[in-house]
């Protein structure tokens, strides 16, 4: 029976791969003796050779279903995983062991309609090498040779490398199989499957965009995205993949995240939803099950796919590169900086470093080119003095980890640049290659590029005799077409990665040959750039300043770079850290430096030298004497003090203190308003003229009179129990101290019982009593009672803001039977009553006026009371009762504690995080969300800093996530929300607990009881309506942090910290939502980008007690009791708030109009904004 | 000056969420949005830290009573005193040379996110408020000791405290008006409670904070007052302000029994900010009558103003209306009430005024 290809069958249809094989054997529980013996236990491998009619079973059960291709059980068949049993020695029988297996039972199931196929399944071992690093290179691939030898031995259609999480493990193991199938003689296709984890990214940090640029040099089978995470999260990686890959895409998540106890959540119904999405998208070629996935899960997806097409890959052509970050190079974005720092031959520190041996720092000069805005880093350690292997070794073990961005390879040495590819996780960029000795260094390097993936920088130099380097324009344009053919035809470069180097010469050394170089290099480029619109331009630009004076090498390496972007330059290798901006620079430099390049002028290297060497300082002048009445308010007008004493006492010999603050000082002061008025005085000399009359004032004062020497009486004064507010009974204290008054100041929250003892202590002769607070007037009034049963019968002065005088008179004056109640409105009424309280014959007199006032009052018939106008609790007709409702996966109480952080910052709302939070503007967030560089420098550092903290505590209980949540069976009557018992048996479901919320005051007002059918409701159409609440916590420790980072005076950290942790709070909040709705049966749709659900476009809506539909705080205590997120590490303050603080609580529902509102008479729906 | 804005409610600054979301969409539902204060975070939300915060030394207590260690405000006061000169010496060529002066989240966790959401939602107005230098000065205590203690002690320290509310105001305007927001700054002075102009060191109080509004004004913004108790009204009307808020229910009558300061201030141009729904217990704001509410202020006015009906309907027009003071005390729940409340209570007076 002749089987089509795999390749053809993969165009016509979308394939199915089998599912989970480790989560299948677990299943089976076997003992020691399935694995021969203790110590082969958990060589899930071996099982090939000990139970082979077990795995066989395994792969017969997903033929069964559907599976089209299955694949061995080798994951981890190479030495390095088999030899932690004790069996690497066994590898080759191992692997060919199983490849037979699942070779005979996809045979035995194939027919021409439905040809079966043979994945030979490598894992990525149990290194990540830059990672864990624990192996070399050379090992690693070696490792992958010897089971990729058994596998092609074994039978297998194809070699997949699957669940990858380095691309240098990758790397090892494509020159592996390369090497396996030159053993073998043959060739097989090959697949790659990345796994990305919750961060966002693969283990080693490469996004799946820089994974497809660092194996795209390769004719892949197929590439594709395994485990880690359910399908949902797959969503953006895998539309990114859609979008990019010219290779088939393959999508095979595991069925979601397990929970605590290990149970992995969707079923095989959540699964195909959602990867019916993937596939209605036109994303996916192959689909298939990862961990947790079993035959059922298999089933699902087959169906799914017989009734599907596969994707067809229309790919944009895009110069792409790439280190652990992707970067491609477009119009947009030009230039991109190459860091030029980390290079011997042009920096003296990088050189010495390395010479020092002092890699560490010298990786740092790395890390510092890249935050002053290199998007790549050049490195080049040739050195003649010292073995640049060694030292592009050294170096690269270090900085490979801590530079993100692609690298620029820098050397000559084909056996450097070997290793230097290595050591990239990605695609880099080799500077450089060229014809100056002919085709030589091409056949050297360009193979190497080929087969690590890397484009190539290629210099416009040949082998002229007579003039290799390419100077004029037309010699740029003809070196690069020769170059071009051959590199395109003969080596198979792909237009997009080659990257000309046109070539920089110094414009001001005087070297005859060169002058007028830098226009020619400007219009090389051009020239170049037209002739190959595919490919792209690079220059080292700082070389055509060269000789010139320090001060000025700036301003002309940016000029030139200008022009040189202008004319379509790509890429410039500058001083990252030192680039001036063109727009900034004078516009006399620019001429200069405009002059020099175009040579223009009889001598412009002289004058651009001449005018880097100028420099200017700046002055400022003061005031005269005058005569003393018009000195004194020349000091406020001129905000001096010298001489002001002296003047002051001058003028007290024949003014009165008050007399001198009132005239000439206040004349200053007003001739200073009118100066600051007309724009003559800056604020800073105001505050000036402010200073020069406190001074005086401060001055005149022990010359004042006082008011009194004796003590008009004495007052006890208090703020009432539960009020802290003491403002306004310390200025009374103040008015009535400096009118003579002898006050004794009891503070604020004082008790009744600690007053009454003051006044037996003291014996005042009179109280005064303040509050800002309502509440404090009702303890006015406990007060005034509690002093009358204690028979105190002393005058009190009471005041507040929350106090009236009809309220005095009505509730405090008759509460005080014993005594006098006075009301002050003000602090200066205060000291009227308290002078006349003391004087016996106006206290009578004010005793009466209360008296008839009071009685006036009564007479009246005291304050009316309105009627409520509440609103009747009936269900809104704009809510209309659901016919059919979802129906949750079950009533239990579910504890998260495994939740990656990583997955959670998904979802955190950047423009949340970064706006809102760290104020970077909503424009700017969204560049940099797409990883474009800031049009900002600020905003760049606040981005850099959340990564660098994110990395800095991941993984730290500081943002460990936990969650509970559970599903309740719900009605919703009038304005009551009843949480039920679990559905089941004949029992009529039992009240947990009730809610009762705010209705809109307006007709057909909503409630939030209105999105749950009521009991009968429920009971009629033979339904059961359910709600969720959860918890989410991830801060815990934060405050401390960010105190202790506040007072190291780190506050930029200190509030990154904090806001990090509220918005990762929210994120949770969203994850676990989405996570609810999905197991309610209504996930999100594909298209549902973050952004839309950060505006909360999907079905159902979470609310939080606090909030305006449901604002009574309160309610959070109901919740406490039914969930107990104290189990999760969450309490719950007396003030109803959450601590930690970074923690959400929500309620949720899934009515489809539920929406948020206010419960104000204006609110309607979407009222509270969000 | 123009207000143009289609409802002229705004907040008094402090609210009772305990979430920076809910506490902006509260702001953000009024006419006007203006920077919510919530304390229940952090007690250095509370007004005195808020505007004090840099001050070396400064220490804030549970229930929000901010007090100073002098030894500490001794040792580093010179460190602040530098960054305050050259701040105010690079004033005018240096648009951000406050910028350090902005509110830290560590005592406004909503500053950043409101700024934010004003320039996300191109929201043409804002209100701002602070700590008024009066107040803060009067306030301010050495620890044990009586309020107003530290700057009794430290002669240096009121100056220091002026320069630091004017710094962090300036940071705040400019900040505003860089996002292209008209701002509307709010000075809390309570503290005017015991306004004496008898008391020199109250006179040049007020001499301070007529000059601290008149470079606010210069900055762009427009300047208002928040005095939620009686005070020597004539003093306050005569400052420059742009706009008088206070409790109507508290102040009204007295503010009326200064007729000619009150005109005056009105006919240059001065507006109120009234402050008509009390901030009082649920029970009662559940009941309250608005409409009964305007009438009687209208009465009050009418008393006063009647024989000039331009005057007083053009005052109502353009006065902004407000709570009576800030819901800080307050449950979640009342601040929903008191938002309809006012909501309802400016849309009657629209409709009466025509």
Redesign the interface.
């Known amino acids: 029976m002749k089987k089509p290809s795999l390749r053809r069958t993969l165009a016509e249809r979308i394939l199915v791969l089998d599912g989970a094989m480790g989560t299948a054997i677990q299943a089976k529980e076997l003992t020691s003796a399935d694995f021969g013996g203790e110590a082969h236990e958990g060589c899930n491998e071996f099982l090939c050779v000990t139970r082979p009619e077990l795995i066989r079973e395994i792969h017969e059960s997903y033929l069964e279903a559907g599976a089209d291709i299955i694949e061995t059980n080798t994951f981890g068949g190479t030495p390095l995983v088999l030899e932690e049993y004790g069996l690497g020695a066994r590898t080759r029988e191992i692997n060919l062991a199983a490849a037979r297996l699942a070779r005979e039972a996809a045979d035995s199931h194939s027919t021409p309609a439905k040809p079966r196929f043979v994945a030979g399944s490598i894992g990525p071992t149990t290194r990540a090498i830059s990672v864990t690093g624990g192996i070399s290179f050379e090992d690693l691939a070696s490792n992958f040779d010897r089971q990729a030898r058994a596998l092609i031995e074994g039978g297998v259609d194809y070699l997949l490398l699957e669940t990858c999480q380095d691309t240098r493990n990758i790397k090892a193991a494509l020159l592996g199989i390369e090497r396996a199938f030159a053993a073998a003689q043959t060739k097989l296709p090959i697949a790659i499957s990345g796994t990305i984890e919750a961060s966002g990214t693969m283990l080693a940090g490469q996004s799946v965009e820089a994974l497809l640029a660092s194996v795209s040099h390769l004719e892949l089978l197929y590439i594709g995205l395994n485990c880690a995470t359910g399908p949902e999260f797959m969503t953006d990686h895998l539309r990114s993949l859609a979008r990019l890959s010219p290779f088939p895409v393959a999508c095979v998540p595991n069925a979601g995240l397990p929970d605590e106890h290990g149970r992995y959540l969707e079923t095989p119904g959540m699964v195909a939803r959602i990867l019916e999405r993937f596939v209605s998208s036109g994303w996916v070629n192959v689909l298939g099950g990862c961990c947790g996935t079993h035959a059922g899960h298999i089933r699902e997806l087959a169906r799914l796919a017989s009734r599907s097409r596969p994707r067809i890959a229309a790919p944009p052509r895009v110069s792409a590169l790439s280190g652990i970050d992707y970067l491609e190079i477009t119009e947009e974005m030009r230039p991109v900086i190459v860091g030029e720092r980390t290079n011997v031959i042009g920096s003296r520190k990088f050189k010495t470093l390395v010479c020092e041996e002092k890699f560490e720092e010298a990786a740092e000069i790395a890390r510092a080119q890249i935050r002053s805005g290199a998007q790549i880093v050049d490195v080049c350690l040739a050195n003649p003095d010292r073995d640049e292997l060694k030292d592009m070794r050294s170096f690269l073990e270090l900085a490979a980890r801590k530079v993100r961005v692609p690298l620029m390879i820098d050397s000559t040495d084909e056996r450097v640049i070997e290793l230097a590819l290595s050591y990239s996780q990605g695609k880099a960029l080799i500077n450089s290659v060229n014809l100056e000795d002919g085709e030589e260094r091409f056949e050297k390097v360009v193979p190497l590029a080929r087969r690590y993936g890397a484009a190539l920088v290629v210099g416009t130099i040949d082998d002229d005799p007579n003039q290799g380097m390419g100077i004029s324009r037309a010699r740029k344009l003809a070196i690069a077409e020769r170059s071009y053919a051959l590199l395109t035809s003969k080596y198979g470069v792909p237009p997009e990665d080659i990257y000309w180097d046109p070539l920089v010469f110094p414009c001001a050394t005087g070297d005859a040959q060169y002058a007028g170089s830098a226009v020619e290099t400007i219009e090389g480029i051009r020239l170049i750039k037209a002739r190959f619109p595919g490919t792209k331009t690079v220059l080292g630009i700082s070389n055509v300043s060269f000789g010139l004076p320090p001060a000025g090498r700036e301003a002309l390496n940016s000029v030139f770079l200008y022009h040189c972007v202008q004319a379509g330059l790509d890429l410039a290798i500058v001083n990252a850290e030192k680039l001036e901006r063109y727009a900034t620079l004078p516009e006399e430099e620019r001429g200069l430096a405009e002059d020099l390049l175009y040579s223009r002028g009889a001598d412009p290297v002289a004058a651009f030298a001449a005018h880097f060497r100028e420099k200017k300082p700046a002055t400022r002048a003061v005031g005269a004497k005058l005569p003393l009445l018009e000195r004194l308010p020349r000091y406020i007008v001129e905000g001096t003090k010298d001489g002001l004493a002296q003047d002051l006492d001058e003028a007290l010999k024949a003014m009165k ?2 007399e001198i ?2 005239g000439p000082l ?1 004349a200053g ?1 007003d001739e ?2 009118r100066l ?2 007309s ?1 003559q005085l ?3 000399e ?2 000036q ?3 020069a ?2 001074a005086a ?2 001055h ?2 022990p010359f ?1 009179e006082k008011a009194q020497s004796a003590s008009r009486g004495k007052i006890l004064l208090a703020t009432v129990k539960g009020d ?1 507010h ?3 009974k ?6 009535l101290a ?1 009118n003579g008054f002898e006050v004794v ?1 009891l503070g ?2 004082v008790p009744p019982e600690q007053l009454i003892q003051a006044v037996r202590e003291h014996r005042p002769d009179l109280v005064g009593l303040s509050g ?4 404090s007037a009702q303890m006015m009034v406990t007060t005034a009672e509690d002093f009358a049963r204690a028979g105190v019968d002393t005058p009190i002065l009471v ?6 005088s009809g309220f005095v008179d009505r509730q405090i004056s008759r509460a005080y039977t014993t005594g006098t109640v006075a009301y002050a ?5 205060g000291l009227d009553l308290a002078k006349a309280i003391v004087n016996p014959e106006r206290f009578a007199k004010l005793k009466e006026e209360l008296a008839e006032k009071r009685a006036q009052l009564q007479a009246a018939g005291g304050s009316a ?6 609103a009747p609790a009936r269900r809104s007709a704009l809510i209309e009762p659901l016919q059919a409702t979802p129906e949750p996966p079950d009533f239990e109480r579910h504890v998260l504690r495994n939740t990656p952080i990583e997955r959670i910052w998904r979802y955190i709302n950047p ?2 995080l970064y ?5 970077i ?2 424009s700017t967030v969204r560049l940099l969300e797409r990883s474009e560089p800031a049009p900002d420098a600020k905003a760049q550092r606040i981005w850099d800093a959340v990564q660098e903290i994110k990395e800095e505590f991941k993984g730290t209980a500081l943002f460990r996530p936990s969650a509970v949540y559970r599903y309740f069976r719900a009605s919703g009557e009038g304005n009551t929300l009843s949480l039920l018992s679990a559905p089941g048996g004949n029992a009529a479901p039992k009240a947990l607990a009730s809610f009762e919320f ?1 209705r809109q ?1 307006r007709e057909n007002g909503l409630c939030l009881a209105d999105y749950a059918l009521s009991l009968e409701e429920q009971q009629r159409q033979g339904l059961v309506d359910s709600v969720a609440l959860f918890v989410v916590t991830v801060g815990k420790g934060v405050r401390a942090l ?1 105190e202790q980072l ?1 007072d190291r005076g780190d ?1 930029l950290k ?2 990154i910290v ?2 990090l942790a ?1 918005e990762s709070a929210e994120a949770y909040a969203e994850l676990l939502h989405e996570h609810l709705r999905a197991s309610w049966g209504y996930p999100d749709p594909p298209e549902l980008t973050m952004m839309e659900r950060f505006q909360a476009r999907y079905r159902g809506k979470r609310y ?1 007690f ?3 539909a449901c ?4 309610d959070q205590a109901t919740l406490w009791k039914l969930l107990e997120p104290v189990e999760i590490g969450v309490e719950l303050t007396d ?3 959450m601590d930690p ?1 970074s923690s959400v609580s929500a309620l949720v529902f899934h009515h489809p109009a539920a929406t948020y509102f ?6 309607g729906p979407d ?4 | 000056m123009t207000i143009t804005v289609e409802r002229r409610t705004t907040g008094i600054g402090s609210l009772p ?6 506490a902006l ?2 702001s ?2 009024m006419g006007i949005p203006f920077l919510p204060q919530i304390p ?2 952090n007690p250095w939300e509370f007004m005195i830290a808020q505007a004090l915060e840099g001050l070396p030394g400064l220490e804030v207590d549970r ?3 901010a007090s100073l260690n002098p030894d500490i405000w001794a040792s580093r006061q010179r460190e602040l005193q530098a960054r305050l ?1 050259r701040s ?2 690079e ?2 060529r240096n648009a951000m040379a406050f910028a350090d002066f902005e509110p ?3 005592i406004s966790s909503s500053w ?2 409101f ?3 004003l ?2 939602r191109r929201v043409p107005h804002a209100k701002i408020q602070l700590a008024g230098p009066m ?1 803060a000065q ?2 301010l205590k050495i620890q044990g000791e ?3 203690s530290a700057a009794e002690r430290l ?1 240096e320290l ?2 220091q405290i ?2 630091l509310v ?1 710094a962090r105001a ?1 940071a705040m305007v400019r900040r505003l008006r860089q996002s292209g927001i008209q701002p509307l700054v709010f000075l809390d002075e ?2 005017l ?4 102009r008898s ?3 109250q ?2 109080g007020l ?2 904070l ?2 601290l509004i ?2 606010l004004r ?1 900055e762009g913004a427009r300047v208002g007052l928040h005095c ?5 009204w004539e003093a306050v009307l005569a400052l420059g302000l742009d706009f008088l808020s206070f ?1 109507v ?2 102040s009204l009558e ?1 503010l009326l029994a200064a007729p000619e300061a009150l005109r005056n201030f009105l006919r240059a141009g001065g507006r109120l900010s009234l402050g008509v729904i009390p ?3 649920s029970a009662v704001l ?4 608005v409409k ?1 509410l305007l009438a009687e202020t209208l009465d009050a006015f009418g008393e006063r103003f009647g024989e000039e009906p331009e005057l007083l309907r053009r005052t109502l027009r353009e006065a902004l209306y407000t709570p009576a ?1 800030g819901l800080a ?1 307050h ?3 009342d ?2 009430l008191v ?2 409340a006012l ?2 209570y400016e ?1 009657f007076c629209r409709e009466a005024l025509g």
């Open positions: 203190p008050l603050i009132n206040m002061m200073v308003g600051f008025n724009n800056i604020v800073a105001v505050l003229s402010a200073e009359m406190k004032v401060a005149l004062e004042m802290v003491d403002i306004g310390n200025l009374v204290e103040i008015i400096n100041n604020i929250k800002l607070l309502v509440k005041g507040g803001a929350a106090l009236s409105s003000d602090a200066m009424s009371s309105v009627a409520t106008q509440e423009l949340m706006g809102r939070h760290l104020g503007r909503g705010p005051r960010a506040k506050y200190s509030h904090q806001a509220l939080s606090g909030y305006p604002p009574r705080l309160d003030g109803f708030m603080e206010s419960v104000g008479q204006k609110g009222d509270d904004n969000r | 969420h305990h979430n920076i979301d809910a969409a509260h953000f539902r229940i975070r229930e929000g009573i000169e105010f010496a004033a005018p830290s989240p560590a950043q996110p700024l934010w959401e320039s996300e107040t009067w306030a009586a309020p107003g002669p009121s100056g002026y320069r004017m300036l309570p503290g409670y015991g306004l004496s008391n020199p060191k006179v040049l001499q301070e007529r000059l008149q470079t210069k939620c108790s009686n005070t020597d409790d229910a508290l007295n901030t009082t217990r559940r009941s309250l009558n009964a003071c005390l449950p979640v729940s601040a929903e938002l309809e909501e309802e849309a």
